[in-house]
């Protein structure tokens, strides 16, 4: 039922009336009464009788006929809700998205749904004979209401004579897979590749993490890879970070699988398409389920293989409670359907890593030979002959051999692309004599510049600082500290007259870029795809993103490296030159384009200071006696760590609690059975638990 609350974070039973006997099935909505109060909720079983002993209510209302939650999905959600010590019902709320009855009732009368689980015989006027004090006909209820807000998923029942159900899945999709895999090329580029696709379409559950080439069309390739599944009757579920993703593998299942094959899941799109297309997937009309996070949840028949695409992005973490992250959500699935998971990416992450020292996983890699024909060449400005060549290269921001590589590429008539980790024109200043970061008087927030002629605007309370002085040497002068995209496009609008000057980030991301000569300045996750690939690509700016104090710094640094790079032409046409020091890791990482080295490098690192994914993590967050609370109600596992307090943001403070792998589910219950006390004691201080938080600090 829609009751957050932890300490009822259970079913309910209820007794069904003989005129709601038909209708009352399995995954439909419902609403109850519940301490007084009208509530919503999900019908989740039909059972003979109930072991409560005491007096059963009624439903109140059968909502829907609709059966919008598949039992699939709500053993998912129980499974997801235990591992992130969560709620039940926070779950169903971001799994099924907000009812549009004119919507459904308009797909209703579209396509008549059949084949749905035949319903318990109508009973006679008079109620059955009781069974232990309840009616045969007693129902078992809980879940979340309609008016919760939701992102995607939830099942039901059956289109009759749809494509896509059982052995007729895709039967227009064309021959078989792995058969027109050619070598060298598409999967057949890859060591394991065609197999790969030869698994899929015999239905068998392969686990595999694949590092795609630079400039591979990796959407085509995914979209082989549910061709090969839809084959074998199976449904396939694909989730991508943004838009821009979602487009790009919309049309490759498009060509690859033809019209009415498959729908696409977007956050953004209306309530009521949004409904509409979730009704298409929940009543199994389309074999093939593609969106962003919310896809996750999505219902589909005879699951076969579940697919995420760069899943190192942190749009994939949801920002709901209880905080899943889409990779875990879609692994569990593929534990708990017995199907195939594809775990995909330039880069690759230490959870993928992890999977593959674990043996869950499988590695879908190209032969190095492959590599070197398809990478770019690659080089850093940092490095001792380059020093020694251009002794400014260690303080230039655009040092002479990122310069030389620019201008060489419009003068081939090719796009270059230049990635910079800031937006905006000057995101922070300092002092233009002695240094001092310039600080807003008011509140100490940093002070940026949105333009040339504009005053200094502090990022935290927006109050602009036009008679701003240094208070340690009093000058009036500011400097940049961190270049935004914006003046970055500025500077290289005069460093190559004449040249076209574009820029894509927040406020303008550009999707195609043609194959004519032109400098892009985007900025990470916004880089647009050019015509035949860049002819060089610049990753300035490097130090912004290396010295963030995160536990992820490293490894979100190759990934939006690789993905920025993964844009170029192949050696000798295309060129990325790294602005940084050819000694680092991520570095020497970038130039072999070994993804697999670092991540099982950073794994190691992790595996050494106790840190995720090599043993699991939760943080508490609240107020201090609210947090020391929660931990002394808390049946800890043995063997458990409390680490902290640390500050967290409004005058609260963050314990965090860590445990090896193998007591996670321990923790997890514990956190969330002391999280039920609390409730039942009507604590007023809230507490906030995230297992596997993506910041710990």
């Given at each position: ?36 109060q ?76 059949a ?112 061709a ?11 989730v ?18 033809g ?8 956050a ?9 297309r ?90 190095r ?45 090719s ?5 910079v ?34 005053v ?22 500011l ?39 032109a ?42 490296w ?49 840190f ?64 039920g ?21």
């Amino acid at each position: 039922m829609d009751v957050p609350l932890p300490h009822l974070d259970r079913p309910f039973d209820y007794l069904i009336e003989s005129a709601d006997d038909e209708s009352a099935r399995p995954g439909v909505r419902v609403k109850v009464r519940f301490a007084g109060q009208l509530v919503s909720g999900f019908l989740l079983e039909r059972v003979e009788s109930s072991p409560h002993t005491g007096r059963l209510a009624y439903l109140e209302k059968i909502v829907s006929p609709e059966q919008v939650l598949d039992p699939e999905v709500a053993r998912l959600a129980r499974a997801v809700a235990d591992r992130y010590a969560g709620n039940l019902c926070d779950v169903l709320r971001l799994a099924v998205p907000p009812r549009h009855a004119r919507v459904e009732t308009q797909a209703r009368k579209a396509v008549p749904v059949a084949g749905a689980p035949e319903s318990v015989p109508a009973s006679d006027s008079e109620p059955a004979a009781p069974v232990e004090g309840v009616p045969e006909n007693a129902g078992e209820l809980s879940g979340v209401g309609e008016v919760a807000p939701g992102d995607a998923a939830g099942p039901g029942g059956s289109a009759e004579g749809v494509p896509g159900r059982g052995g007729e899945a895709g039967a227009s999709a064309g021959g078989d897979a792995a058969d027109d895999v050619t070598p060298g090329a598409g999967w057949g580029a890859y060591t394991a590749g065609a197999a790969f696709l030869r698994g899929l379409a015999e239905g068998r559950a392969l686990r595999a993490v694949w590092g795609a080439l630079p400039g591979e069309d990796w959407a085509q390739r995914i979209a082989e890879a549910a061709a090969a599944t839809v084959r074998a009757g199976r449904g396939v579920i694909i989730v991508v970070a943004d838009a821009r993703d979602l487009d790009r593998m919309d049309r490759a299942l498009a060509g690859t699988l033809g019209a009415g094959q498959h729908v696409a899941l977007n956050a953004a799109l209306g309530p009521a398409e949004r409904y509409r297309r979730f009704l298409q997937a929940s009543r199994h009309q389309v074999p093939v389920v593609v969106g962003t996070r919310a896809a996750m949840w999505a219902p589909a028949a005879k699951l076969g293989l579940v697919v995420i695409w760069d899943d190192g992005d942190d749009l994939h973490a949801e920002p709901r409670s209880p905080y899943p992250h889409a990779r875990d959500v879609l692994l569990t699935r593929a534990q708990l359907s017995d199907c195939a998971a594809l775990v995909a990416g330039f880069a690759r992450t230490g959870e993928a890593q992890l999977l593959l020292e674990t043996g869950w996983a499988k590695e879908i890699v190209a032969p190095r030979d492959v590599l070197r024909q398809r990478s770019p060449a690659i080089a850093p400005t940092g490095d001792d002959p380059q020093l020694a060549r251009d002794p400014g290269a260690a303080t230039a921001r655009l040092p002479s051999l990122a310069w030389q590589a620019a201008r060489q590429a419009l003068q081939h008539d090719s796009p270059v692309l230049v990635q910079v980790p800031r937006r905006g024109y000057l995101p922070n200043t300092a002092c233009a004599e002695c240094r001092t970061p310039a600080r807003c008087p008011h509140c100490s927030g940093s002070l940026g510049l949105s333009g040339a002629r504009d005053v200094p605007t502090c990022h935290w309370c927006g109050r602009a600082a036009a008679a701003y002085s240094c208070p340690n040497c009093g000058s009036r002068q500011l400097r940049a500290s961190v270049t935004g995209a914006r003046r970055t496009a500025e500077e290289l609008g005069r460093a190559f007259a004449g040249a076209t000057i574009r820029t894509s980030g927040r406020d303008e991301i550009l999707d195609h870029v043609p194959r004519a000569a032109a400098v892009v300045v985007a900025t990470p996750g916004a880089e647009p795809v050019a015509e035949g690939g860049y002819g060089a690509v610049l990753l300035l700016d490097t130090w912004a993103l290396l010295t963030r104090a995160d536990l992820r710094a490293a490894e979100e640094t190759m990934r939006r490296w690789l993905n920025a790079a993964a844009l170029a032409r192949p050696a000798p046409e295309g060129r990325v030159i790294v602005v940084a020091d050819g000694g680092l890791a991520p570095v020497q990482a970038l130039l072999r384009w070994d993804p697999g080295w670092f991540a099982a490098r950073e794994l190691v690192e992790r595996r050494e200071l106790g840190f995720p994914p090599a043993v699991r993590m939760a943080s508490v967050t609240g107020k201090a006696e609210a947090v020391a609370e929660l931990l002394s109600a808390a049946k800890l596992p043995d063997g458990a760590e409390l680490l902290g307090p640390v500050p967290a943001d409004d005058e609260q403070e963050r314990m965090l609690v860590r445990v090896n792998r193998g007591r996670a589910g321990e923790m997890a219950h514990a956190l969330h059975e002391a999280s039920g006390v609390r409730s039942a004691r009507k604590a007023a201080l809230p507490v906030r638990i995230e297992v596997d938080p993506a910041a710990l600090f």
